[in-house]
């Protein structure tokens, strides 16, 4: 018998994560025969830890906070998504045994905005809030929807500037401070890590328009800061960031195996798993 495919999460910290279950119940469902583990491994032992897992004839990382920079520099070739967003969050060893880096958090964070909650982003006027490696993955996929406007803000300034800068040919986007909003937006969506601290970034009590959605690209068996700020600001759907978790595993999957798993009966699962559902003003 053949031995069993490997895959794992790098990351750290890394005790808490869901992609070891995630792939699980992809395998289970799909019948592909694979071991998904989750491993901590601090950025200075990133390369290492890397080289032995191919090595090991490992077929396919993820890499989280703090390693998609790292993992961006690993690749020996580039999907378009990771070029744009210099971070890869999946490397998947070829058949010529080079590795590939790509970033499926865009498209993970888009399928379940558009797909699975039917949040429309076309000529919507779209807020990102926070400019680290997060942003760098969705901004190119959202700009690609055609908003009738997108702002990044962030505590760092030039960090926001930056990226605007970087990505100002694929459309227009704008980037200033938290104190500088001054509109309203139909989508904000929270790219920051405050969440994890249980923080919030300072937003004004006016920026969220009527019948507006927020989403916080973070997630926890708790609804998170933002997502209660959604819904003590009339947000018609305030959501955490596990849809988009399970979908960027999905096309990370895809990558790996050439097969798309169905995501729904899996977020469903997940859902029921956690203390409290998400909470839903409608
Ligand atoms: P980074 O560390 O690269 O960036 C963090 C950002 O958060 C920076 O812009 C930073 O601002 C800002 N920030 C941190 N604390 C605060 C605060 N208290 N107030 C205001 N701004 C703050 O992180 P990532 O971009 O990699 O990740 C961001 C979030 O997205 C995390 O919560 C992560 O878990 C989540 N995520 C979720 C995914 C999913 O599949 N659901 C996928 C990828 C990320 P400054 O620049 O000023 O320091």
Redesign the pocket.
Known sequence: MTAIDQYAVFGHPINHSKSPRIHGLFAEQTGQRLQYRAADVPAELFRSAVETFFADGGKGLNCT?PL?ELAWQFADRLGDRALLAKAVNTLARQTDGRILGDNT?GV?LLNDLTINHRIPLRASRILVL??????RGIVAPLLEQAPAQLVIA???LE?AEAIADEFADLGELHACGYADLNSRFDVILN???????G?L?PLADDILADGGCCYD???ANQPTAFVNWGLRHGASLSLD?LG??VE?AAEAFYLWRGVRPDTCPVIDLLNRERTVPPLRND
Not at 130 to 135: F, L, P
Not at 191 to 197: H, Q, R, V
Request: glycine share 20%.
């Open positions: 906070v998609k958090d993970g926070g400019a680290g490696g997060a942003t962030n505590r760092t960090k790219a920051t890590s405050a969440s994890l601290g923080d970034p690209l973070a997630y960031g988009m978790l960027q």
